[in-house]
């Protein structure tokens, strides 16, 4: 097919898009095409200058270096329709709105970052289908391949969106599937292209503190200075001490949890690979742990509620991690790099040449 736009989504939340997104719009400008951005449908509006924006495309515009007639507004943000649902009646699609973006013709290529899911934006006439369908635009669908059983969304996926799935990228692959074995073969078999097999990165889960402390809603009592430093990894700390030496140890960039009055653990994971500290409880750190934590750099937060529900924060915080960091955005264009089959993408997709 040929088309100015190309939809990239995909099947569950969180699988990747705005990264798979940025990294894609990153190889096309190396090749000295005029790009142009899109999310039709946001979560929560950032700004509105030059044109309406959620976070995902405030950092697209400034990563890329987009003008203003380079961008394509959101049409609709979750956050403003929960709080005022009138705001859009739900007979009225907003497919004319949604034709505005032929408009925009100095891109050569528009790429837009559709909804979470194939079902997301239905409600406005902007689900996935029904936008490509609009635009006449190509898909390409991320897919977090936790194990073989993505088979299946895939498969329903090709069945939804016919001929203008042009393929799909395989993220977050974890080393001991038997992804290019087995899956791949079986994709292709099936019809459905695969544009890149992209392995697991504890770089792009890892999560900044300044980002865990704002949900456990903690205070900060050491070092908050260094709220910027990332973690990769949650260990708990509530095993003896002998036992935390030898678990500590094989961790790597850790936020450790454990009560604030376990002194002996909390000096065991300091001396380890540790980037933060999270202590639960009414009682404030020792003057010891405070002393060697700030020797370290490493900060410490105090939460007010129990660990196991501190623990479901920041493993939800770590599914739900975005691309935010310059080390993570110049490791996501040297990964696409490497692992997007750029040119099969653009033989599938028609797109024109790019205007230099």
Request: hydrophobic fraction near 45%.
């Amino acid at each position: 097919m040929t088309s100015r736009f190309l939809l990239i989504g995909s099947t569950q939340a969180y699988s990747g898009k705005s990264t798979a997104t940025l990294g894609i719009a990153q190889q096309l400008q190396a090749r000295q095409f005029r790009i142009g951005y899109g999310k039709p449908v946001g979560t929560e509006r950032v700004t509105n200058d030059p044109v309406p924006l959620d976070a995902d495309g405030q950092l697209a515009a400034q990563v890329l270096k987009l003008p203003p007639d380079c961008l394509a507004p959101t049409l609709v943000f979750w956050e403003d329709w929960l709080k005022q649902p009138d705001l859009l009646p739900q007979a009225t699609p907003l497919t004319a709105a949604l034709e505005s973006y032929k408009n925009l013709t100095i891109p050569d290529l528009m790429l837009l970052e559709a909804p979470a899911n194939l079902s997301e934006g239905h409600l406005f006439g902007l689900g996935l289908a029904h936008m490509a369908a609009v635009l006449d635009a190509g898909v390409v669908l991320v897919v977090r391949c936790q194990s073989l059983l993505v088979l299946d969304e895939l498969l329903m996926a090709q069945a939804h969106l016919g001929e203008r799935l042009l393929g799909v990228l395989l993220n977050a692959v974890p080393a001991d599937q038997p992804v290019r074995e087995i899956l791949v073969p079986m994709l292709e078999q099936r019809g459905i292209p695969v544009l890149g097999i992209l392995p697991r990165s504890r770089l792009l889960r890892s999560v900044p503190v300044g980002e865990l402390a704002h949900h456990l809603q903690a205070q900060v009592v050491c070092c908050p200075e260094r709220m910027d430093l990332l973690v990769e990894h949650l260990s708990i700390g509530a095993m003896s001490v002998n036992a935390a030496l030898d678990y500590f140890r094989q961790g790597v960039n850790m936020v450790v949890i454990t009560g604030s009055g376990r002194t002996d653990i909390q000096l065991a994971a300091l001396e380890a690979s540790t980037q933060c500290l999270v202590l639960t409880g009414p009682n404030p750190p020792n003057p010891m742990v405070l002393s060697r934590a700030e020797e370290m750099e490493i900060p410490i937060l105090m939460v007010d509620m129990d660990t196991l529900t501190a623990v479901e924060i920041i493993e939800r915080t770590f599914e739900q991690v975005r691309l935010r960091e310059p080390v993570k955005i110049q490791y996501v264009q040297q990964m696409m790099a490497q692992y997007l089959d750029m040119e099969r993408l653009l033989s599938r997709w028609g797109s024109p040449c790019p205007s230099g």
